[in-house]
């Protein structure tokens, strides 16, 4: 990822001419560390992303929506004490470095006008967003506090006084001549020039020194010399100054693998481009896109883990289930036992440990075991009522068995639709669910969106236009089929294999069977067999679809359905 100072620079030259003299309406922490900036300016409303997030650092502005936490944190309610309401004065790259410093004018409790600047520092693992007062060059705040135990060197804490980053005897490439790389390239003769590059000069990423080492002359070679360096690093240095449009390189699958403001030779290979008129527009494509899916798994890992778990456990219970009710289902013996007892006490003798009855169904000799500290006729009694706890208890894990079973295929669905989400909200709608059913704890989490935002749910068209409605969770797909769906709709849904409710829209006219095709497609794509071929789909008229009494969400009986064999795919239709 190269979010180095080239893209830096770019972005805080549209930062520049967007939101300097804009007014800062509302503040947001969205994630542990990440704020949202609402700015108005222009008669427009700006979204600005500040993000100090170890992976995913960055400052641009973004047309993305995101959740604002019921309860703020402590920083984000500082930040809008000493932010909100302010007018944005300046916006300056520190150097060549990934620092990014806002400078707000506000007014203080006595009406005053007071200067105060919010750093964004870009530097992987130790970026972080401090809040600084101008004047006494003091530290508000940061969004991660770095104390004494963690840096000898630079502790970020209230009432410090603000510090920049160590340059590590690097030079800014706004001020590199070609007299400084002659130097560079002497004292470290025993590296490539582009390794050299990066180990004297900030805000260079690995991408685009090697991208100035080619345009000098085309390759990374110790031969190269300072005067073609100079040339091409103060080639991409002019180069800010005028406006450029920002590549992003995608893979087959259309997922963002790399993006910068100048093309990048190394890359030219990509399936495919995309351009975009600035910096900003960019990176909040880039990072959308590349790391929604990681995000998505990284919020469901500990709800796929804990589901897993209670799989284990019900699965456990189901085979000791299945155990105890083959020995229960064996208790006939303790009934023939009492019977034969019962009609021969008067040949039992006090104290026997066996007792050789004549097995009147048969006609052989049966020797049956015996406790000898009681009578026969107790010994009758004793194999009487383990045949009655043996039949009670065929009855009660029957319908234990019944309850576990539908818990399995329960849970088993969740884990589906676990795998196909696409968004944190359907992975917190699915949480919620759980949580409703006793499967999960509920927790409050304020960085988490919020589950009460209703989405819609998702709709497909097929090829000759009829629409079509699928669930992304249990209770989803309950709405849809008993709520959502007319009577003379279609209903889809894998044969025995976990999945959503699948609705085929049909107004009341005949349903095409391309349309039933790719309705059954679009069920099998959005099930467990997503990944197999010739998957079996049932699919019925609505009114064929009942919902038992007391179960689980999701859970439906259907008759007169038919199955088609398909191909896990979506429709050749829009996407809504």
């Not at 991408?207 to 000098?216: K, M, N, P, R, V």
């Not at 706890?389 to 019944?402: G, P, R």
């Not at 849904?493 to 609705?503: A, E, L, N, Q, Y």
Request: include cysteine; glycine fraction near 6%.
């Amino acid at each position: 990822m190269a979010y180095d100072g080239f893209v830096t620079a770019a972005v805080v030259k549209q930062l520049q001419n967007t939101i300097i003299g804009g007014r800062i309406d509302k503040i947001y922490q969205p994630e542990k560390e990440e704020l949202l900036l609402l700015i108005h300016g222009n008669g427009t409303k700006i979204r600005l992303l500040l993000s100090a997030n170890g992976g995913n650092a960055r400052v641009h502005l973004t047309e993305n929506e995101y959740s604002n936490p019921e309860n703020p944190s402590a920083f984000c309610m500082l930040l809008r004490k000493h932010f909100q309401g302010g007018k944005i004065a300046e916006v300056q790259q520190v150097g060549s470095e990934r620092i990014i410093a806002i400078s707000v004018e506000h007014l203080n409790e006595m009406g005053f006008p007071v200067q105060k600047t919010l750093f964004t520092e870009i530097m992987g693992k130790h970026s972080n967003i401090i809040a600084v007062d101008q004047e006494t060059g003091k530290i508000i705040d940061s969004i991660k506090r770095i104390s004494p135990d963690i840096s000898r060197v630079r502790q970020l804490l209230p009432g410090l006084p603000y510090l920049a980053p160590p340059d590590q005897g690097k030079r800014s490439f706004y001020d590199v001549d070609e007299a400084y790389l002659a130097t560079l390239l002497s004292n470290m003769a025993d590296l490539e020039a582009g390794k050299a590059l990066l180990n004297g000069v900030t805000g260079l990423s690995p991408a685009i020194s090697s991208e100035i080492c080619y345009l000098a002359k085309g390759t990374t070679s110790l031969t190269l010399d300072s005067a073609s360096l100079f040339s091409a690093l103060s080639g991409f240095v002019k180069a800010l100054d005028q406006p450029k449009e920002s590549i992003i390189y995608e893979d087959s699958n259309g997922i963002p693998v790399d993006f910068h403001v100048f093309p990048l030779h190394a890359l030219e290979g990509s399936p495919s481009q995309k351009l975009f008129p600035g910096a900003c527009e960019a990176v909040d494509y880039f990072f959308s896109h590349r790391d929604s899916a990681n995000r998505v798994r990284q919020k469901s890992s500990d709800l796929v883990k804990t589901v897993n778990a209670a799989l284990d456990k019900l699965l456990l219970k189901k085979q000791r289930l299945c155990e105890d009710l083959l020995r229960a289902e064996d208790a006939d013996i303790f009934r023939l036992y009492g019977e034969l007892l019962t009609t021969a006490l008067h040949q039992i003798d006090a104290g026997a440990e066996k007792a050789n009855v004549l097995n009147y169904y048969d006609g052989k000799v049966l020797e049956i075991p015996l406790d000898s500290k009681i009578s026969g006729a107790k010994n009758a009694q004793r194999y009487y009522k383990k045949y009655g706890k043996a039949k009670t208890a065929i009855k009660e894990k029957n319908i234990q068995l019944e309850e576990v079973s539908e818990s399995i295929e329960y849970l088993e669905s969740v884990l589906s639709f676990a795998e196909n989400a696409s968004s944190l909200e359907e992975m917190m709608l699915i949480r919620d669910e759980l949580s409703e059913n006793g499967f999960l704890r509920k927790r409050k989490d304020k960085y988490q969106p919020s589950s009460k935002t209703k989405i819609k749910p998702c709709t497909l068209l097929t090829s000759d236009g009829f629409k079509i409605l699928v669930g992304r969770n249990n209770k989803e797909n309950d709405r849809l089929t008993f709520k959502t769906a007319d009577k003379r709709d279609l209903w889809f849904h894998t044969k025995d294999i976990p999945g959503s409710h699948v609705i085929l829209v049909t107004e009341g006219s005949e349903a095409s069977g391309q349309a039933i095709l790719e309705a059954a497609s679009a069920a099998a794509y959005y099930s467990k067999a997503r990944s197999s071929e010739n998957v079996p789909v049932d699919y019925v008229k609505i009114r064929h679809v009942k919902k038992p009494t007391g179960a689980k969400p999701g859970k439906v009986i259907f008759t007169d359905n038919r199955t088609v064999y398909v191909t896990p795919q979506l429709p050749s239709g829009e996407k809504k």
